[in-house]
């Protein structure tokens, strides 16, 4: 049903510059009719008032591209794109679904800098707050980020020796890299008690619009938790990071689940 104040006018120029963008310089206004099921007569008046505000171009052989004046509007978006405003916004609802503690991170070299939290009901302490740095090979929120690298390139970010946190924390270059090749492989990261004992975190990323990983987000709980609550905290850590790669200009698919 639509909703109360819908402008179907807007509405059919939001399909008809999806399908431009999806299909620059391939369709023509009959192509585009067919495909956005709207009249040629219609649609003529829409791509002309467009091609004047410079929204598309039309192209040799008939067919429309996207405009300049797109582009400068999807520029002062990302200007004004706020990761760890849009964190605060949308991990509210994740929270209240999953009712357990969420982090944001970027990466820097070798360590994940810890930018935003935003706490469930549970009283357990974190071992880390905004500001902090933690190695990336201990946690989710940091392997998550390192799934671009190859393994010589993550030999450049660690050194010999490791910090291990817990006995269960990755300590060579061998486990880190295929524990990494896992998560790149499921779209998401676990992290089973390597940072702190009695914690586990699964971890996903968040894409900008240049398809690169920009940060990446984490839900922590105790093993009592994590026995009950694991698969859904998945489910919902991906669909947070697909909100935020979204708002970030991200075209692409994340993973929803595991195959």
Not at 80 to 87: E, K
Not at 138 to 159: H, N, R, V
Not at 195 to 214: D, M, Q, R, T, W
Request: charge should be negative.
């Amino acid at each position: 049903m639509k909703e109360k104040y819908w402008v179907p006018a807007i509405e059919r120029a939001d399909k008809v510059l999806k399908l431009i963008g999806e299909y620059p310089n391939q369709l023509r206004l009959i192509e585009l009719s067919k495909r956005a099921d709207i009249n040629k007569s219609s649609l003529f008046s829409l791509l002309n008032t467009l091609e004047t505000l410079k929204w598309v171009t039309k192209e040799d052989g008939d067919s429309y591209s996207l405009g300049p004046a797109l582009a400068a509007i999807g520029s002062s978006y990302f200007r004004q794109f706020n990761i760890l405003q849009s964190f605060y916004k949308e991990a509210s609802q994740s929270v209240s679904k999953i009712n357990e503690h969420i982090q944001l991170g970027i990466l820097d070299e070798g360590d994940v800098v810890y930018l935003g939290k935003m706490e469930g009901d549970s009283r357990v302490r974190l071992i880390t707050d905004p500001g902090m740095r933690f190695p990336a090979y201990a946690s989710a929120i940091g392997k998550i980020q390192l799934t671009p690298c190859s393994k010589t390139e993550l030999e450049e970010i660690f050194p010999d020796q490791w910090e291990s946190k817990t006995p269960f924390t990755i300590s060579n270059i061998d486990a880190l890299y295929e524990n990494v090749q896992e998560a790149k492989r499921n779209g998401y990261a676990i992290e089973n008690q390597e940072a702190s004992l009695g914690f586990h975190c699964v971890a996903a990323p968040v894409y900008n619009f240049e398809n690169k990983i920009i940060a990446g987000v984490s839900f922590t709980m105790m093993t009592s938790s994590w026995e009950q609550k694991k698969d859904a905290a998945r489910e919902e850590i991906l669909q947070l990071a697909s909100r935020l790669s979204q708002l970030a200009g991200f075209t692409g698919e994340q993973k929803q689940r595991i195959e």
